[in-house]
């Protein structure tokens, strides 16, 4: 599993309890966070350099955790990287299955197969400004329930409030209520929302303070686990090489001890982490 920094450990942590069984490496780029405010080419060279370092370490498959790789570098790996150099490995994201559970949809849904109690209405995204600006959750989204309307809202502080630790307080509430408002404050709010960044989870028992009941709010953690695991059996020539050790191994590019001491916390355990290089391409 990739990830820009610690976020990535909500869904590994989700993962972890539906496939208990399989081995895991998980890279965080620290060291080079945030990735949603760097321009497209610097996601996809980041993200192609981190994948091709989990292949040399034997990974058959890798999740990107992180949104914006996911929708800026995913679909240009899968499409030319992949054939052209590893044609024997995959890359998954994070964009297409979160689309299918904001829709309302089941796993591995078909353009045009919509759920009735979401056919149409308003549905919205929190993400970042990466995520945002690549527009991947809206063109996905038309594909799959043209009838949602979507709406979109980049959080830019919110990944250097996780990151730094400063979750709790009247700064990270002052930085909630600012991106929060604009969606809720509309004469339609949303029906659903996503958090379409895996740092964010960490901000939830804020946000559902300020989020009216009624309104779904969904972490990507249980559906990136639950639509993996559904993924797999739809593979099984690919389940058949993951190794089932129950294992978990962590790489960052930044410090190991901070790592660490910040990870703990996303994974309800102490970790130990091990501090890498990712090789330029």
Not at 13 to 37: C, F, I, K, M, Q
Not at 99 to 117: H, K, N, R, Y
Not at 237 to 245: A, F, I, T, Y
Not at 266 to 276: C, E, P
Request: contains cysteine; aromatic residues 6%; hydrophobic residues 40%.
């Amino acid at each position: 599993m990739f990830d820009s920094g610690f976020g990535g450990l909500t869904v590994l942590r989700s993962l972890r309890e539906v496939l208990p069984e399989l081995d895991y490496l998980y890279l965080g780029d620290s060291a080079r966070t945030p990735y949603g405010t760097r321009g497209f080419d610097v996601v996809h060279q980041f993200t192609l350099e981190a994948v091709e370092m989990l292949f040399d370490a034997g990974c058959p498959l890798i999740v990107l955790a992180c949104n914006t790789a996911s929708s800026r570098a995913l679909r240009t790996i899968q499409q030319q990287h992949l054939p052209a150099h590893r044609p024997d490995r995959r890359v998954l994201g994070v964009v297409r299955p979160s689309v299918e559970a904001l829709a309302g949809l089941p796993p591995g849904a078909l353009p045009g197969v919509t759920v009735p109690s979401m056919a149409e209405g308003v549905v919205a995204i929190l993400g970042t400004q990466g995520t945002v600006a690549s527009d991947s959750y809206r063109i996905e989204l038309a594909h799959l329930a043209p009838g949602l309307r979507l709406l979109q809202q980049a959080c830019p502080m919110w990944v250097p409030l996780v990151e730094s630790g400063e979750t709790v307080g009247a700064g990270p509430d002052w930085f909630l209520h600012r991106y929060l408002d604009p969606l809720l404050d509309r004469p339609q709010p949303p029906d659903r929302i996503l958090l379409a960044c895996t740092h964010y989870p960490v901000l939830m028992p804020g946000i559902r303070q300020i989020v009216p009941p009624g309104i779904e709010v969904l972490s990507q953690g249980p559906i990136v686990a639950g639509r993996l695991h559904d993924w797999l059996i739809r593979h099984p020539e690919m389940d058949e090489r993951l190794s089932r050790g129950g294992g978990c191994e962590f790489w960052t590019t930044d410090d190991s001890s901070r790592f660490d001491e910040l990870g703990g916390r996303l994974m309800g355990q102490s970790i130990r982490s091990t501090k890498v290089h990712i090789p330029c391409g």
